[in-house]
């Protein structure tokens, strides 16, 4: 190494190649390569092996591709589904006051109650139905008890009267009715 070399440092020894069996450096930087873990050449694969190996990549690839649509679908469907529940939520105070127009008789005939009818029924093609039924026995997931009273002819708790319907979609319960609970003395 020349004594002018900028690059060379005086204080670091220098080390120079030593000549392997083969003679050269190129072959021994090869060897010391080979030897510093350097990924070894895969094996071979024979025609029919890649094609099992394709064709098994195309059916995981197919199984994936099935299974990404049905949770596209399912996901389609429920994001559908709590759209129109949103809708029914934010309707029921319209349909509690057509029920208190009924209770006081202003919807006896005429068009605003034909305008209430059509209303209801067209909520009830979206799956909305009411939960108001009296006599039936205390259910504390579609009854919310406000007052209960005792009484002698009941002997388990039961819905005596309905105090605001509520109402459902399918299984699902929208807002539970506001009862009053005959309870046995």
């Not at 205390?138 to 605001?164: M, W």
Request: zero cysteines.
């Amino acid at each position: 190494m020349p004594e002018n070399d900028p690059v060379a440092d005086p204080a670091e020894p220098v080390v120079e190649p030593a000549a392997t069996p083969n003679g050269d450096a190129l072959s021994q930087a090869e060897e010391i390569l080979n030897g510093l873990g350097t990924p070894e050449a895969e094996p071979v694969k024979t025609g029919a092996e890649e094609a099992a190996e394709l064709k098994n990549d195309l059916l995981r690839l197919q199984a994936e591709y099935v299974n990404y649509r049905k949770r596209v679908e399912r996901d389609r469907a429920v994001a559908g589904q709590m759209a129109v529940i949103g809708v029914l939520n934010s309707l029921l105070p319209v349909l509690d006051d057509i029920d208190a127009g009924r209770a006081h008789g202003d919807l006896v005939d005429g068009p605003f109650a034909a305008i209430a009818t059509k209303l209801e029924a067209a909520l009830a093609t979206y799956g909305l139905e009411r939960i108001d039924a009296t006599g039936v026995p205390f259910d504390p997931t579609v009854h919310e008890a406000l007052i209960q009273q005792p009484a002698a002819d009941v002997e388990v708790d039961t819905v005596s009267q309905v105090l605001r319907n509520g109402y459902k979609s399918g299984e699902r319960i929208l807002r539970a009715a506001q009862v009053v609970v005959a309870v046995p003395e």
